[in-house]
Each structure stands twice: as C-alpha cells, then as structure tokens.
C-alpha cells in the first residue's frame, strides 16, 4: 500500500467518491517537528462515506452507474445533514475502506474554498470490496 500523506491548513474537507460516492481517528508520531500524524478512516459504502453523513442508507449498487443515478435523485437532500471534516492544519494519513461494494471504488477528497487551486488534496483508487487504502 502507498502511504498519503497530506499536509492540511484550515481545511473544510469535502468527500466526493469515484465511481461512488468524524471517522475513527488516530494519531502516529512524525520525524518533522516531532508532530502527531493525524490518521483519519473513511468507509465507503454504496454512494456514501458513512462519517460524512447522517445515516448509512443502505443504497444497493452493482456498478458506478447506479451511484450517479442515485446521486441524482438524492444528494440534494442528503446534503442538508452532510457533516463536513473540519481539519487544523497539520500532517494527515487518510485511510479508506470499500465496505460492502461489489466493484472497484476511487475518491477524491479536497478542501473548500475560493482558492481550491492551492487548496490540498488527494484521491486514490482501485479499492476492492473489503480493502482499505491508506
């Protein structure tokens, strides 16, 4: 597994997932400054982050398709009770678990702002029902 680590500063986290669409955190020590490694978990489940959402609601999907139209139909709704990771700025590991879906999941996750350009951001990809990316 590649290890991301992400430097963050003042950051609103936004999650939006390919394909698919707070957490059990933790910490590690890094060798710069003697700082703590934030290590945040993510689980992805059928068109969700299950952390970043109210409730799980359970969506059955067997392809990305199902999670663009399911979006469609609901994420204006679910987005009233999204609740969005406010991070300080430091050092973060995140790792991402596929819990339950029965194809090859990716994710993006950025900070929100005017300056999204500069803003940080990962993403990563090819995880497989079961597996965890870090």
Known sequence: MNARQ??????????????CSASQNGSIRSS????????????????????????DYHFNTTKAEDCQRIN????SDRQ?????????????IFRVTNRDVPYELGFY?????????ILPKVSGGGINQG???I
């Open 32 to 55: 710069r400054q003697n700082s703590e490694i934030q290590i945040i978990t993510l689980t992805q489940t059928g068109c969700q982050f299950l952390e970043t959402e109210s409730q």
């Open 72 to 75: 469609a139909q609901t994420l």
């Open 131 to 133: 597996e965890t990316q």
């Open 6 to 19: 992400v430097l963050i500063s003042h950051l609103i986290l936004l999650l939006a997932a390919g394909g």
């Open 109 to 117: 996750l950025r900070g929100e702002g005017m300056s999204e350009a």
């Open 80 to 92: 009233q009770s999204f609740q969005p990771l406010y991070l300080k700025s430091g050092e973060y």
